[in-house]
């Protein structure tokens, strides 16, 4: 069992997904139907590997989230190189990952509720607080980037759809009724409009 998460084609047409239960990244030929898989380290001692959300940048790189353990990692599928990237709390669950034209790596952490970023030209990683909505703290799930690179996520904590506008590190929310329930799963359409779920 692998327990297959979060799917995306690459410019090829192959399907990358994750497998956080194997502790995998795997990848699969539509034409052919063959399935192969990476191992992923686990983040740290006592805590097991448990890649759940990738985004694959134009280039091929694919890039991942643990679920637990409070890493992000990069696969270069050429070589089979592994890198994880520690973040500052070592409970951070990260749940959705995207990347933006410029290569930069986006994401979003359920607890503690930081948006990340990774720019691989530096290896740097940054976590950026993100403000409380009426007294609800932040839990963040599904992100997406537009093309003008403004990064849009949805925050369950305060059922708002949030975008963050990097060149001027500003955040605007847009709270959804009470009656939708929590927000989680966010995309993009080609029109650029953005389509969400809820619970509710």
Known sequence: PRGPQTLQFDAKGLLWFTAPVGGRIGRLDPATGLVRTWPIPPPGAGVPSAPFSLTVTPDGQIWFGDITGGAVGHLDPATGRVTLYHLADPQATIFSMAHDTKGRIWFTEIVPGRLGMIDPT??????????????????????????????????????????????????????????????????????????????G
Not at 144 to 168: C, E, I, K, M, Q
Request: aromatic share 12%.
């Open 122 to 199: 530096t290896d740097r990683v940054t976590e950026l607080p993100v403000p409380a909505i009426s007294g609800h703290p932040p839990f963040l799930y599904g992100i997406v980037v537009t093309h003008n690179g403004d990064v849009w996520f949805a925050n369950n904590g305060a059922n708002a759809l949030v975008r963050y506008a990097p060149a001027a590190a500003t955040y605007t929310s847009f709270q959804i009724s009470a009656s939708s329930g929590g927000l989680y799963g966010l995309t993009l359409d080609p029109a650029g409009h953005l389509w969400f779920t809820a619970s």
